[in-house]
T-cell receptor
Framework: GNSVTQMEGPVTLSEEAFLTINCTYT??????LFWYVQYPGEGLQLLLK?????DKGSNKGFEATYRKETTSFHLEKGSVQVSDSAVYFC???????????FGKGTKLSVKP | DAGVTQSPTHLIKTRGQQVTLRCSPK?????VSWYQQALGQGPQFIFQ???????QRGNFPDRFSGHQFPNYSSELNVNALLLGDSALYLC?????????????FGPGTRLLVL
């Protein structure tokens, strides 16, 4: 079945450091891929998405590229801020009507 | 334009009780999905409602049931609560744009079962 695997956290970085959170997936067909962010005490917010191979999603300085050959969708940001501290979830949707399947989440803490 | 709203924000129940959680989707969104997020885990899909019918269901027992109203709002009901039902319950509404679907999540209802 479909599944998502994320690198385990927590990840602690200093402000302005480079961020990579790894995400790989297993799916039949051509899933859509998403990154959601969850700030403390809040629900999920869509950060970015990609719907086909080689697409790059980007938002707020974050970006991720849909790599079909490596079944990956790694999240990157060139210079993190304290306000980026949150839990990041990688997710896939297997079909146009399918539900979202999430990874376990990666907690990011950014220190000033 | 209000986003997805959920009520209540927090709830405490005891084992064996029943609970009803409510969700109002974003304006113009006609499909509502419910997810359970246990502490330290990613959300897990419970079910999805469209046109007042359950269209998809995840791996959850029949104690979990739902309803969608003509105005697209939805309820999640859980009977015979267990300690393991303690979680954040998230509602998401679906939006189609240029043949692409995006789900928008509400802030969630945090349920504690004692």
């Amino acid at each position: 079945g479909n599944s998502v695997t994320q690198m385990e956290g927590p990840v602690t970085l200093s402000e302005e450091a480079f961020l990579t959170i790894n995400c790989t997936y297993t799916a039949t067909g051509y899933p859509s891929l998403f990154w959601y962010v969850q700030y403390p005490g809040e629900g999920l917010q869509l950060l970015l998405k990609a719907t086909k191979a080689d697409d790059k999603g980007s938002n707020k300085g974050f970006e991720a590229t849909y790599r079909k050959e490596t079944t990956s969708f790694h999240l990157e940001k060139g210079s993190v801020q304290v306000s980026d501290s949150a839990v990041y979830f990688c997710a896939l949707r297997g079909g146009s009507q399918g539900n979202l399947i999430f990874g376990k989440g990666t907690k990011l803490s950014v220190k000033p | 334009d209000a986003g997805v709203t959920q009520s209540p924000t927090h709830l405490i129940k005891t084992r064996g009780q029943q609970v009803t959680l409510r969700c109002s989707p974003k304006s113009g969104h006609d499909t509502v999905s419910w997810y359970q997020q246990a502490l330290g885990q990613g959300p897990q899909f419970i079910f999805q409602y469209y046109e007042e019918e359950e269209r998809q269901r995840g791996n959850f027992p029949d104690r979990f049931s739902g309803h969608q109203f003509p105005n697209y709002s939805s309820e999640l009901n859980v009977n015979a609560l267990l300690l393991g039902d303690s979680a954040l319950y998230l509602c998401a509404s679906r939006y189609w744009d240029r043949n692409q679907e995006t789900q928008y999540f509400g802030p969630g209802t945090r349920l504690l079962v004692l």
